[in-house]
């Protein structure tokens, strides 16, 4: 489907309007997705102010988006009019440095280098796997989501250097704060083995709750905020009675203490939702695990299912 001029007139006119424009799902203090995240991660870094466009509440000028820079995914970023590209060659351009030289950002001294420790079952496991690595390095990240990853790659521009003992890790800029004072163990027990990675930094986690347990809590009149964060349109299609539609000013008003339970179609949007309010503060922070769609299976029948 060809995109309307009106689309076409409102995405070149902030395209062109602004130096930096981002087109994203969510906005920069809400991204609703892990691709939008990091990108949005990676400008904070680099310029105090950009324009963001949030493609999920406009149809129109989400798929126009991809028509009009004839590239097929989302977040895409513009700087001086020029399309950079997606998730993945923004994070290329910023290792390289590229993307601090196309914003003009004075680069910023690397960070000093983490504090990571390695147990003796870590680096023997590590050890085995670096035989096969064929002269790889041992990489280990962690996202603006607290997602990490512990992998043999090719070194790149910008890494900080660790050296846990004998083995050296390879961290880049952006996950060198997070990861400080981080420990790795190897456990191999009856249910599988694997890595365990424990760091103090990292904040609390959201807590996953069963419908029905959020059934027992609404029942017993337990206070609690259950936010609703899918659009209009879904919400006209089925709904829990006792949700309401996500407004962020409300929320940010609220006491710290305060338990919000999240809730989407499956769980995936009210998670981001619900990990957004945890880096703001509060400490009750819940997601309704399989979203509506599960509320609907397990304790609600008449709510429609789509």
């Known amino acids: 489907m060809t995109m309307s001029d009106q689309v076409r007139a409102q995405i070149d006119a902030a395209v062109k309007g602004h130096k930096v424009v981002l087109f994203m799902k969510g906005t920069r203090n809400f991204p609703q997705c892990g691709f939008s995240a990091t990108v949005v991660s990676i ?39 020029e399309f950079i590209g997606g998730c993945d060659i923004v994070k290329a351009l910023h290792a390289s440095g590229e993307l601090a030289q196309k914003l003009g950002a004075q680069l910023a001294e690397p960070p000093p280098a983490p504090t990571i420790t390695l147990s003796a079952a870590a680096f023997a496991a590590i050890g085995e796997a670096q035989a096969q690595a064929a002269g790889q390095v041992l990489r280990m990240e962690a996202d603006a989501r607290w997602q ?36 790795i163990d190897f456990v191999d027990g009856p249910d599988g083995s694997g890595f365990q990675i424990t760091n103090p930094k990292e904040p609390p986690r959201v807590l996953q709750l069963q419908p029905a347990a959020l059934k027992r809590m609404l029942e017993a009149g337990e ?8 659009p209009p349109a879904e919400r006209q299609r089925a709904s ?40 703001q503060g509060f400490k009750k922070v819940y997601n309704l695990a399989g979203g509506i769609d599960a509320w609907s299976q397990t304790v609600d029948p008449s709510v429609p299912r789509y």
């Not at 846990?164 to 004072?181: F, H, M, N, T, W």
């Not at 206070?223 to 899918?230: E, I, K, M």
């Not at 009675?241 to 996500?246: G, K, N, V």
């Not at 919000?260 to 619900?274: E, K, M, P």
């Open 43 to 81: 400008l904070n870094q680099l310029v105090p102010r950009y324009e963001t466009v949030n493609v999920l509440t406009d149809p129109g000028v989400r798929e126009g988006i991809k028509e009009y820079s004839q590239w097929p995914t989302i977040p895409q970023l513009y700087i001086d009019g």
């Open 240 to 279: 829990i009675a006792a949700a309401r539609p996500l407004d962020e000013a409300e929320l940010m008003a609220m006491d710290r203490n305060a338990a919000i339970v999240f809730h989407c179609h499956h769980g995936g949007r009210s998670q981001r939702a619900a990990e957004h309010f945890l880096q």
């Open 148 to 183: 990490y990853q512990l992998y043999f790659g090719d070194p790149a521009p910008g890494d900080v250097i660790v050296h846990s003992g004998a083995q050296p890790i390879y961290v880049d800029a952006e996950s060198a704060g997070r990861l400080d004072g981080t420990k």
């Open 223 to 230: 206070p609690l905020t259950l936010v609703d964060v899918r």
